[in-house]
């Protein structure tokens, strides 16, 4: 486990493993409909220096994160239970948006897809990717400690993270 923890932190090699890259795009200049992400150099940027892009042709298309929010396929699936949760609501929620934000600011594409609370005292959030996912479970071990495991799917593409603390 220790070993493939490693292998999905190690970057944003996002080319090669993310099936929902536009095909025949490197090397172009294309913006995200959806959420205005610009895609240049085989890498998705938040924003792009206007000097940078001048006089090179722009081609719309929609992004990998706003595909998966748009056909509801996250990469990752945090859970979060127990009677702490219950207490701490808002400070999770929190936690979660403030994650995001970070994870954008490296990559477009990191983004929280849902929120859902189930009534039974836990929250699930669904995110674009599993490095996001990971980012929020470590953030809430740091910050709430609590238990916390990883469990990643056969092809890597999508990791569970569950999160648990009971007692208040
Ligand atoms: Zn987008």
Not at 48 to 60: E, H, L
Not at 92 to 111: I, M, S
Not at 149 to 156: A, I, L
């Amino acid at each position: 486990m220790k070993k493939r923890i490693t292998k999905t932190e190690r970057g944003y090699d996002i080319v090669n493993k993310d099936p929902y890259l536009p095909r025949g795009a490197s090397g172009k200049l294309a913006v995200c409909e959806g959420c205005q992400a610009v895609y240049m150099k085989k890498r998705w940027y938040l924003k792009v220096d206007a000097a940078k892009t001048a006089g090179v042709p722009v081609t719309k298309v929609v992004c990998p994160a706003c595909l998966k929010i748009r056909d509801n396929f996250p990469g990752g699936i945090v859970t979060v239970s127990g009677d702490f949760v219950i207490a701490r609501k808002e400070e999770f929620l929190h936690l979660v948006r403030n994650e995001e934000q970070r994870a954008r600011g490296f990559n477009p594409l990191e983004r929280v897809m849902s929120i859902k609370e189930n009534g039974h005292g836990s929250i699930v959030i669904n995110t674009t990717n599993e490095k996001l996912a990971q980012r929020i479970g470590r953030a809430m071990k740091k910050a709430f400690h609590g238990e916390v495991t990883y469990r990643w799917s056969h092809d890597d593409k999508l990791v569970r993270v569950d999160w648990v603390r009971e007692a208040a």
